[in-house]
């Protein structure tokens, strides 16, 4: 049966991370879906920008984060779907697995489409959290029309709460992993 894990947690609490351990956990079993990647794309074709620089995780990415967000909050303003729907039309027609990681989900919108597309009994919410000094110690630091704003902010209040919450604070070794993923009750043998 097809289960989708929504990872969600604020910049830099590792959701990158997590996801791919997860995923090289479970193999070919699973893929990566990220929701940023057609709103990265899109904006690499309107600007004309370096598409994996934008994708990758370094200084290119946060010089843009901002207005990213802000673009991308207009087009979701009209349509709160369409980057969900895009990113996962795109992972699908490629490659059908029965267990997709959303890397980095934001919104209560996101979450709410997911269960209105595949059904609520499919979709799994994993919050990773971690600690404001193991943020900063991973490169974070408070920046104002990012922090503060709905794409950080918006999943703080969330009313009917995570199925399961991580902190993220330590190494995670491959036993922390496997108990995750029981957890989950995703098979990874
Ligand atoms: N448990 C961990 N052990 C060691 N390093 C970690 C751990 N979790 C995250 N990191 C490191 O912290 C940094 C930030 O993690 P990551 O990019 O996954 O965060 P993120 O939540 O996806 O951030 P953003 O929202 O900015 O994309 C990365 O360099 C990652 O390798």
Redesign the pocket.
Known sequence: MLKIVLIS????????????RLQRRLGSRSRIVRI?EPIKSEWARKLQLDLDALLS?GPY?EKYRRDMIVWSDEVRARDYGYFCRVAMEEALSRQQTPYILV??VRRKNDIKWFRETYGAEKVITLR?T?RPET?CA???TFTAGIDDVPSECDLDDLADGFDFVLA?????DQEAIDLLLDKLQLQYR
């Open positions: 947690g604020k910049r830099k609490c590792g959701k990158d991370f997590v996801s791919e940023s995780d990415k890397s980095d990773l971690s943020r991973r490169g974070w993220n604070d330590e190494e995670l």
